[in-house]
């Protein structure tokens, strides 16, 4: 493949500042897993905040979702982050992906939920939420069909749900769909 270059362009690296390494840095002075542990929580109130806020700006669209996947993030780096949590964490990166209508990344993280929480048998509260996040997607992208199929599973799941309480909410949520 030929070099397209000339001498006088600057290559990415040559116009990036140089980066540190960890050896650079020194050992930080907090316990790193009380972060992770406040940080896996506190970003996804405060996502979840900016998803029930009403009239949200770009920024704060923009906001909703680095937070949403900050959460994952620091979810994923503590020594008790399980099935549930990742499937809960790709959830609402699906729904925020969704709302901000961004559908086929939408679909992506709600194939992830539905693929977590079907391969670790979580409960059918779960699995009603996955499709949901599916259904989402699918309204966000314009695809009624589809939505309206998945929204047929999570009304499945939620019929299977034993706690009434927690059937009431997955239902109200699957009402605001389409």
């Excluded at 070099?3 to 540190?20: C, F, G, K, V």
């Excluded at 770009?58 to 994952?72: C, H, I, R, W």
């Amino acid at each position: 493949m030929p070099d397209n270059t000339t001498p006088d362009q600057e290559t990415l690296a040559d116009q990036t500042p140089d980066h540190e390494t960890p050896e650079d840095v020194a050992p930080p002075d907090f316990d790193v897993q009380a972060a992770h542990r406040f940080f896996s929580v506190d970003c996804f109130n405060r996502a979840w905040d900016l998803i029930e806020k009403e009239d949200r700006t770009f920024e704060e669209d923009e906001e909703m979702l680095n937070l949403s996947m900050a959460s994952l993030w620091h979810w994923s780096q503590r020594p008790d982050f399980g099935a549930k949590e990742q499937s809960l964490g790709y959830w609402q990166v699906s729904r925020i992906l969704a709302i901000t209508g961004r559908a086929e990344m939408a679909t992506v993280f709600a194939q992830k939920c539905l693929e977590v929480t079907e391969e670790a048998e979580l409960p059918v509260y779960y699995l009603g939420y996955a499709y949901e996040a599916l259904a989402r997607a699918a309204m966000a992208g314009r695809n009624r069909i589809a939505a309206v199929r998945y929204l047929a599973q999570a009304k499945a799941a939620a019929d299977r749900e034993p706690n009434e309480e927690d059937r009431e909410v997955l239902l109200d949520d699957l009402a605001t769909i389409i």
